[in-house]
């Protein structure tokens, strides 16, 4: 069956249709109001992007969320995309628009995300002092690694002891919560770090010794 747009007069043998309208009509209704360029602020150190004031890896979902915050008015999909554009569907239900396809150009601002910075200043909250057996320092170690890497901390360094190593950590907090769900029983002591609108600012030792 041939359709009509109800602005032109063209039919669906002339043009795509999206909803109710021609693409030319569609773009004319709506065009106005779409951004040609997106701005994406992205960390020059490990690549994450800014989605809603947050850092997170690059992939099509993060993307799209950057898109839609500059879409607010249509129901966005992403439909593919490369490093310098994307193209994405555009539905509008109240103008009887769907599915309007897009390119977006995307503009890359590159800064460093407050992980980064921390990590390049050697910032650290925690040391985790390891003593004991080689084998399992080494396998502390690595499961420390593990969770701090998993979860969006860092390690600022490692130094090498007599019989172990101080592992210098981004999170007290994940530290903590570290060695309480392992039932881990290490001696604790604390440091003075420094004031922060006028509050004490304390860094924590938790010396462990592995048999």
Same mark, same amino acid.
């Given at each position: ?8 007069n063209?039919?669906s ?6 909803g109710d ?26 690549g994450?992007?800014?989605v809603?004031g947050?850092?997170?890896?690059? @992939?099509? $979902? #993060? *993307?799209?969320?950057?898109l !839609? ?6 129901? /966005? ?5 490369? @490093?310098? $554009? #994307? *193209?994405?569907?555009?539905? !509008?239900?109240?103008?009887n628009i769907?599915? /309007? ?9 590159k ?26 320092v ?22 090498r ?11 007290k907090?994940?530290?903590s ?24 600012l ?7 010794h592995?048999?």
């Amino acid at each position: 069956m041939v359709r009509h747009c109800p602005t032109c007069n063209r039919t669906s043998d002339e043009a795509h249709f999206y909803g109710d309208f021609c693409e030319f009509c569609a773009l004319e209704k709506i065009g106005n109001k779409l951004p040609t360029e997106v701005k994406v602020t992205v960390c020059k150190r490990c690549g994450r992007i800014n989605v809603a004031g947050d850092f997170t890896e690059k @992939d099509d $979902a #993060a *993307i799209e969320q950057v898109l !839609r915050s500059h879409f607010k008015a249509f129901d /966005l999909k992403l439909i593919s995309q490369i @490093d310098s $554009a #994307a *193209i994405v569907s555009l539905s !509008r239900y109240e103008d009887n628009i769907e599915g /309007l396809r897009r390119e977006v150009a995307l503009k890359y601002v590159k800064v460093m995300c407050p992980r980064c910075n921390r990590q390049s200043a050697g910032y650290y909250e925690a040391v985790i002092q390891l003593r004991g057996n080689n084998q399992r320092v080494s396998r502390m170690m690595h499961k420390i690694e593990e969770v701090f890497f998993g979860a969006g901390e860092f390690i600022a360094r490692v130094e090498r002891a007599n019989n172990g190593c101080d592992i210098y950590v981004s999170s007290k907090k994940l530290a903590s919560a570290f060695m309480s769900e392992r039932k881990l029983k290490p001696v604790m002591s604390y440091q003075l770090a420094g004031l922060k609108r006028g509050k004490k600012l304390y860094r924590n030792t938790y010396a462990l010794h592995l048999d």
